[in-house]
């Protein structure tokens, strides 16, 4: 089967289309025909060395990707009797995990890892969903607000900043979030109630707003202790890229790896199920193809991307 993957850690010219072996399904496993990949941050990592702690033992190629939107062709002894050749679906791929990732035309994952596609919606905006929406999920759930609570969200333009907003809108959260002034319509179209202007001041900013400080705050820009003061006293603060703090007045800092939520089917469906629902918007930035992989990873370094880049393995 082709793939792209990488032997040497890099930059994005490392991508190289590959031959690989047709993979198969073993016990509790599925095989999708990938027919699209979307591009994330974390596969950059991947590329340039960064989860390089993740991989020890593994031999390259390397095959990045954690989204993927195909056809089920391949069941494996005892898989989860909900899934059915044939059958359209969404994944999530562990690129660490013995199969690889999900730039491939096929990949085996576990079954509990695999859920039906949102209906109505192509395999290119399919394959946008479930890394960025459990991503944001899983902050949210990190926070454990109450009903009616504020939480603020730090990157609110971005894919995972987008559905941290409209999750949390969904949750019946108020939303305080941060968006450049271009960005400022998309930001209140995900459904933000106040949005204040990105950048190092973001803090004081959503003080402006909140005097007290936000009982709850989602860092998908990273921006770590500078995020720290708008955080109310006790408050948790949910941080994406492992950053556990410090942080002052009894704030909680709570690191989200998405990973914990990759078997989570019942997690997984639901998203689904809300991107159906429209509660949930799906943003495709451009369709490449394969081939031109590191096309894509030049253009999600150079920022400004809004929605995902998707790789077309059709």
């Known amino acids: 089967m082709k793939a792209i993957g990488l032997h040497d850690f890099g930059g994005p010219e490392v991508l190289r289309a590959l031959e690989l072996p047709e993979p198969q399904a073993g016990p509790g496993e599925v095989r999708i025909r990938v027919h699209a990949a979307s591009v994330n941050p974390t596969d950059v990592l991947l590329r340039t060395g960064g989860h390089a702690v993740r991989m020890t033992g593994r031999q390259p190629p390397f095959v990045p990707g954690m989204d993927a939107a195909g056809v089920i062709d391949q069941l494996g002894p005892g898989a989860d009797g909900r899934l059915a050749v044939g059958q359209r679906v969404v994944a ?8 690889g990732g999900a730039y491939a035309e096929q990949v085996v994952v576990p079954a509990a890892s695999v859920v039906p596609a949102p209906e109505g919606v192509d395999f290119p905006a399919a394959s946008t969903l479930l890394m960025n929406a459990m991503t944001a999920r899983l902050a949210l759930d990190a926070l454990a607000l109450p009903h009616d609570a504020t939480v603020a969200v730090t990157g609110a333009a971005g894919a995972v900043g987008g559905y941290a907003v409209e999750l949390a809108k969904a949750d019946g959260l108020t939303v305080i979030a941060d968006a450049a ?9 995900f459904g933000a109630d106040h949005v204040v202007e990105r950048g190092p001041d973001v803090a004081a900013r959503i003080r402006a707003l909140a005097p007290h400080g936000v009982p709850g705050l ?11 003061p708008a955080v109310a006293d006790g408050g ?15 704030v909680r800092v709570r ?3 998405v990973t914990d939520g990759i078997t989570d089917t019942e997690g997984l469906n639901t998203l689904c199920r809300q ?27 150079a920022g400004g991307v809004r929605g995902r880049l998707v790789l077309d393995f059709s």
């Open 92 to 99: 999530m791929v562990l690129f660490s995990g013995p199969h």
């Open 181 to 189: 002034p271009h960005d400022t319509g998309r930001v209140r179209g």
């Open 218 to 228: 989602v860092d998908v820009s990273t921006q770590t202790s500078e995020t720290v």
């Open 236 to 250: 948790t603060l949910a941080e994406l890229r492992g950053w556990s703090g410090p942080a002052e007045r009894g």
């Open 255 to 257: 690191p989200v790896m």
């Open 275 to 301: 991107a159906e629902e429209s509660t949930l918007t799906l943003h495709v930035a451009e369709v490449l193809p394969a081939d031109d992989a590191a096309k894509a990873h030049r253009m999600l370094e």
